[in-house]
């Protein structure tokens, strides 16, 4: 179109069925760079679009006029005007061009941290999350910026739903990356993911999933699983030497060496953002020494716990003691008269309804997963070019033998001609 004005009447007259939408969309991308010159007088445009009824054309407009510096002022006004699209666009327009959704949705999350209100990004970005998924199983650019949102506002309740949903499809691995690291429950995976240099994600994933190993189970891991990669196994332990060796010093479950370590190491940690889980790591030692005596006693007094654990006194001892039989990690009754603590075994038999149902729904997750990983495979083994990188590294590994035959593909499915 010649002028912004013609623009404005096209998009207004081909946004209602799905074909006028598809040509729509080609004169968008069309008059795109030319929006992106006018972009300081497309402001006022806005206004004539109703973003619940012309999403597509309102996304093209609402790209190009936020792609320049944004001060502080014009990020309010933006923050709003972002939000109200974000909330009533056409799910169906937008994914006619999900880099331009990503890019204002990113846009967003940078405005509301200018402002300094993250909270106010929580809700429309996990909107856009939604809109812009073709299933619930798609991790999309967006999830990384939700959980960002969430931690710099505290809401992590918000973060939680989206970290326990099951993740199948990914978009791009620097996505899944970034996820992982901002989940930090799910740190394994980004070390465990394919990679073919390591990168610094991975790196700072590998630094707190050792910490958050020793906070939540006593231990970490000397190794890395075997299906990590060679470039993992390789270079991440190197990196990530003080962390190894705090883990080893807390193995020996001796709070004086680790204190000693961590005060050695402190700028280190710190420099890392790392020092708060680091104290929380130190902190769960007495629990984890706690939970030895439960291994070897029957009964023990506060005053010998307390020794035995390096607490202060009988008091501590039992403010851990009773926190933990809260948290069900041990299961104990304390006798205020004496000060004893006897130690009992897990109370469930496994055999109520509630346990019951948790077990069969854990299996039928397993079942499910099961089948699409199935299908994975049989999409993947009939892939011209997996199979034709599959042969080639056949004919690579050593010409004097024959690695590969027609033979061996007899009962691969015959989806594709090749």
Same mark, same amino acid.
């Given at each position: 179109?010649?002028?912004?004005?013609?623009?404005?009447?096209?998009?207004?007259?081909?946004?209602?069925?799905?074909?006028?939408?598809? $040509?729509?969309?080609?004169?968008l991308?069309?008059?795109?760079? %030319?929006?992106? *010159? /006018?972009?300081? @007088? !497309?402001? &006022?445009?806005?206004?004539?679009?109703?973003?619940?009824?012309?999403?597509?054309?309102?996304?093209?407009?609402?790209?190009?006029?936020?792609?320049?510096?944004?001060?502080?002022?014009?990020?309010? $006004?933006?923050?709003?005007?972002?939000?109200?699209?974000?909330? %009533?666009?056409i *799910? /169906?327009?937008? @994914? !006619?061009? &999900?880099?331009?959704?990503?890019?204002?949705?990113?846009?967003?999350?940078?405005?509301?941290?200018?402002?300094?209100?993250?909270?106010?990004?929580?809700?429309?970005?996990?909107?856009?999350?939604?809109k812009?998924?073709?299933?619930?199983?798609?991790?999309?650019?967006?999830?990384?910026?939700?959980?960002?949102?969430?931690?710099?506002?505290?809401?992590?309740?918000?973060?939680?739903?989206?970290?326990?949903?099951?993740?199948?499809e990914?978009?791009?691995?620097?996505?899944?990356?970034?996820?992982?690291?901002?989940?930090?429950?799910?740190?394994?995976?980004?070390?465990?993911?394919?990679?073919?240099?390591?990168?610094?994600?991975?790196v700072?994933?590998?630094?707190?999933?050792?910490?958050?190993?020793?906070?939540?189970?006593?231990q970490s891991p000397?190794?890395?699983?075997?299906?990590a990669?060679?470039?993992?196994?390789?270079?991440?332990?190197?990196?990530?030497?003080?962390?190894?060796?705090?883990?080893?010093?807390?193995?020996?479950?001796?709070?004086?060496?680790?204190?000693?370590y961590?005060?050695?190491?402190?700028?280190?940690f710190?420099?890392d953002?790392?020092?708060?889980?680091?104290?929380?790591?130190?902190?769960?030692?007495?629990?984890?020494?706690?939970?030895?005596?439960?291994?070897?006693?029957?009964?023990l007094?506060?005053?010998?716990?307390?020794n035995?654990?390096?607490?202060?006194?009988?008091?501590?001892?039992?403010?851990?003691?009773?926190?933990?039989?809260?948290?069900?990690?041990?299961?104990?009754?304390?006798?205020?008269?004496?000060?004893?603590?006897?130690?009992?075994?897990d109370?469930?038999?496994?055999?109520?309804?509630?346990?019951?149902?948790?077990?069969?729904?854990?299996?039928?997750?397993?079942?499910?997963?099961?089948?699409?990983?199935?299908?994975?495979?049989?999409?993947?083994?009939?892939?011209?070019?997996?199979?034709?990188?599959?042969?080639?590294?056949?004919?690579?590994?050593?010409?004097?033998?024959?690695?590969?035959?027609?033979?061996?593909?007899?009962?691969?499915?015959?989806?594709?001609?090749?």
């Amino acid at each position: 179109m010649n002028s912004v004005e013609g623009l404005v009447n096209q998009i207004q007259g081909l946004s209602t069925t799905a074909s006028d939408v598809l $040509s729509l969309q080609n004169l968008l991308k069309q008059a795109d760079d %030319s929006l992106h *010159a /006018e972009s300081t @007088r !497309l402001l &006022p445009f806005l206004d004539q679009l109703d973003p619940s009824k012309h999403s597509l054309g309102y996304l093209y407009f609402l790209e190009a006029c936020t792609a320049g510096p944004v001060t502080k002022e014009q990020a309010g $006004s933006y923050v709003l005007m972002i939000a109200r699209f974000i909330t %009533s666009c056409i *799910a /169906e327009q937008i @994914r !006619l061009a &999900p880099d331009k959704f990503i890019t204002v949705c990113k846009r967003f999350k940078d405005q509301v941290l200018l402002l300094e209100e993250p909270l106010r990004g929580v809700a429309p970005m996990l909107t856009a999350i939604r809109k812009l998924q073709s299933s619930s199983e798609h991790l999309t650019a967006l999830h990384p910026e939700f959980l960002l949102l969430c931690l710099l506002s505290r809401c992590y309740k918000a973060g939680l739903s989206i970290l326990e949903e099951d993740v199948f499809e990914v978009d791009q691995p620097r996505d899944l990356f970034l996820f992982c690291y901002y989940g930090l429950v799910a740190s394994q995976t980004v070390v465990t993911a394919p990679m073919s240099t390591v990168n610094a994600i991975a790196v700072e994933a590998f630094k707190k999933y050792i910490l958050v190993s020793l906070i939540h189970h006593g231990q970490s891991p000397t190794n890395l699983p075997k299906y990590a990669s060679s470039v993992a196994q390789r270079n991440l332990k190197n990196l990530c030497q003080p962390y190894i060796e705090l883990a080893n010093s807390y193995s020996n479950g001796k709070i004086t060496d680790i204190e000693t370590y961590v005060e050695a190491n402190k700028d280190k940690f710190e420099s890392d953002n790392n020092l708060g889980l680091v104290k929380q790591a130190v902190s769960s030692m007495y629990k984890r020494n706690i939970q030895r005596l439960t291994q070897t006693y029957l009964t023990l007094s506060l005053q010998d716990i307390a020794n035995r654990v390096q607490l202060n006194s009988p008091k501590e001892a039992e403010m851990h003691v009773l926190e933990m039989i809260k948290d069900g990690e041990i299961y104990a009754t304390i006798n205020q008269k004496d000060g004893m603590v006897r130690f009992l075994e897990d109370p469930e038999q496994y055999k109520t309804c509630e346990m019951i149902e948790h077990i069969d729904s854990s299996i039928q997750r397993l079942m499910t997963l099961s089948k699409k990983l199935n299908g994975v495979d049989e999409l993947m083994s009939c892939d011209p070019l997996y199979l034709l990188k599959l042969i080639a590294s056949g004919v690579q590994a050593g010409r004097e033998r024959q690695r590969f035959d027609f033979d061996d593909f007899d009962n691969v499915p015959q989806r594709f001609n090749i």
